[in-house]
């Protein structure tokens, strides 16, 4: 568990945002396959850059099918959500260079998932003493280059 509380401002238009019906993130990304923060979208699975980042470079990755739990995947489902999270950090290692990740399920609202409906794990990239420079980088347009480029390198990397 994160022993340090990360200070992630731009969180702030996620937490205080409209919630909802707005439709699921996952479902969309994965219905357009190209959506903006799509990083790679498989026969099953999907990795997406999260838009309200822990860090920078985090991204997700989903089930293509709508589903809670990880309980609820199949076998070949189950296959390819651990082969693209490898994938992920090894694109991540490769793009980022941390010097480590968390790596993380909320499954129910009362877990902490903002997207409770839909499966996703967290990998969130970590640099030691990154805490620190994590000010540095707060503001929504810094915030959203960084998104573009962190997308782009892990594009390039997978
Ligand atoms: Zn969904």
Redesign the pocket.
Known sequence: MEERPLWAPWRLEYVTGPKGDAG?I??DAAADGGGEMVVHVGERTLVLMNAYPYAPGHTMVAPRR?VPSVTDLDDAESLEFMALTQRTLRAAREAFSPDGFNLGINEGKVAGAGFA??LHLHVVPRWGGDVNFMPVVAGTKVMSQALDSAREALRAAF
């Open positions: 699921c996952f479902c709508h409906d839909h």
